[in-house]
């Protein structure tokens, strides 16, 4: 039977990222400063904190909350692979808990060296250097003061990098800020929400809520190099049942939260590549989180409400001019913010985020080591793209190919995918079940 990995990646144009050197300070006044009210509806449970003793949703001041760094993250990696910036993440060492199997020493494929760490609490992890599988070109490599600054660097800053011949660092803090999300309640099918719901469900799992493997190297490496920027598939429904020991106080799907991002020294390309990130085209949603891959933590978000502030609200203490879009003017400002960026957002980042990607089944492939015909991990040698399943294609073995070779490939007039439908008519069929 035919079925989707629960993760794919985004392919990357390492000869195209683009850097501004002589980047606005944040001491001068830009085109755009303001504040964003947003709301995020979710589509499926999920869970807003994981430790290892206990699994139960995060608050915050005594409510129901998601943390700002959590929405940061998740739109950040979003932006990056709509605009083709830097790949922020891949500078430094990774490590994850140590199982049976996993590979120790140099791989004889890829070359990366893998190291086991034992830490003062007797714990066992498994280490590698995540910057040798990007390209020593460093053309996706993070941004620094040397290099430039991409617009996701830009907009979400970056941390403090030292530079071995001169020991300076450099950061740069950004030019958003994002407040934590707060729970306004639960959505009901007249679209009202209702604040009196027990927002917690709690389920009994069989397999843990498990961080991302990058040893599995036939499926995250192109040869040596890592393939793209990894997403989750969204599933038409998350089939947790109560079939183990792990309990998981999960937030129940159609609850919603609301949260605020205020920027400043915005240009108008950056400002369209905010408004977009947040609010996707119709019919993708964005994922955020624990257990990505089982279904968990699927969602929408919505701009309820825009206010940006001309200088004068800076030069004087008896002004405070801005401007606040509502209703159907808040319509038609985002269009028209969202039409200054031109390029599209990535077929492969489509398919990915779209709500109903349309696959007969999302799983990972069974590993069994004692019946050959089930080892579906085996058999499969490479991972399948972003807009289809496994095929008797993705069987054999040999190097899949890179994302400039792909772009050489494509014809123009090339059809998208389709049936990605309303952000509204997803939100009303995700109410119906």
């Known amino acids: 039977m035919s079925f989707a990995n629960p993760y794919n990646f985004v392919g990357i144009d390492e000869g195209n990222v683009q850097r501004e050197t002589n980047w606005r300070s944040h001491e001068k006044l830009g085109e ?4 964003l009210t ?11 904190e994981n430790t290892d003793r206990e699994k139960k949703p995060l608050t915050i001041n005594g409510k129901l909350g998601i943390q700002a760094s959590s929405l940061k993250g998740m739109l950040r990696s979003t932006a990056e692979a709509i605009s083709n910036s830097c790949i922020s993440m891949m500078s430094g060492k990774y490590r994850y808990r140590f199982m049976p199997r996993m590979p120790v020493g140099t791989s004889c494929s890829s070359k990366v060296k893998y190291t086991r ?6 714990r066992d992890w498994l280490e590698f250097n995540q910057k040798s599988l990007v390209r020593e070109e460093a053309f996706i490599d993070s941004c620094d003061d040397k290099k430039g600054l991409c617009i996701c660097c830009r907009l979400f800053g970056t941390t403090a990098k030292e530079d071995p011949t001169t020991e300076k660092s450099f950061s740069y803090k950004g030019r958003i800020r994002l407040s934590d999300a707060l729970f306004l309640g639960i959505c009901e099918k007249n679209g009202n929400i209702n604040k009196n719901i027990n927002p917690v469900v709690v389920k009994y799992l069989h397999r843990h809520l498990s961080n991302p493997k990058n040893h599995h190297e036939a499926f995250y490496l192109d040869g040596n190099k890592i393939k793209g920027r990894k997403f989750y598939y969204h599933h038409n429904d998350d089939k947790l049942q109560d079939s183990g020991q792990i309990k998981v106080d999960l937030v129940k ?9 205020s920027f400043e020294n915005l240009t108008s390309t950056e400002y369209a590549l905010l408004l977009t990130t947040l ?3 119709p019919g993708l949603g964005h994922k955020i989180g624990m257990g990505k891959p089982l279904g968990l933590g699927s969602c929408v978000i919505e701009i309820t409400e825009i206010k940006e502030f001309r200088q004068e609200r800076y030069l004087s203490i008896n002004k405070c001019a801005e401007k606040v879009f509502k209703n159907d003017e808040l319509n038609r400002r ?24 349309g696959f007969t089944e999302i799983r990972y492939p ?11 991990f085996s058999r499969y040698k490479k991972l399948h793209p ?21 772009k050489k490939s494509e014809r123009p007039g090339k059809s998208r995918p389709e049936g990605l439908g309303s952000m509204a008519e997803a939100l009303k069929k995700a109410k119906k079940k």
């Open 334 to 357: 985002k269009d028209e913010i969202k039409k200054w960026r031109t390029s599209e957002i990535p077929q492969d980042l489509r398919c990915i985020l779209k709500i109903s990607p």
């Open 32 to 35: 755009f400063n303001g504040m």
């Open 386 to 406: 972003p807009c289809r399943e496994f095929s008797p294609d993705d069987k054999g073995s040999g190097r899949t190919i890179t994302y400039s070779e792909q």
């Open 253 to 261: 799907k159609e609850a919603v939260f609301k949260f605020t991002i």
């Open 117 to 122: 760490i034992h830490d003062e609490l007797g």
């Open 279 to 281: 609010e996707l085209q």
């Open 366 to 376: 069974i590993k069994d080591i004692r019946n050959s015909h089930r080892d579906e």
């Open 38 to 48: 947003c709301e995020i509806t979710f589509l499926s449970n999920f869970i807003t």
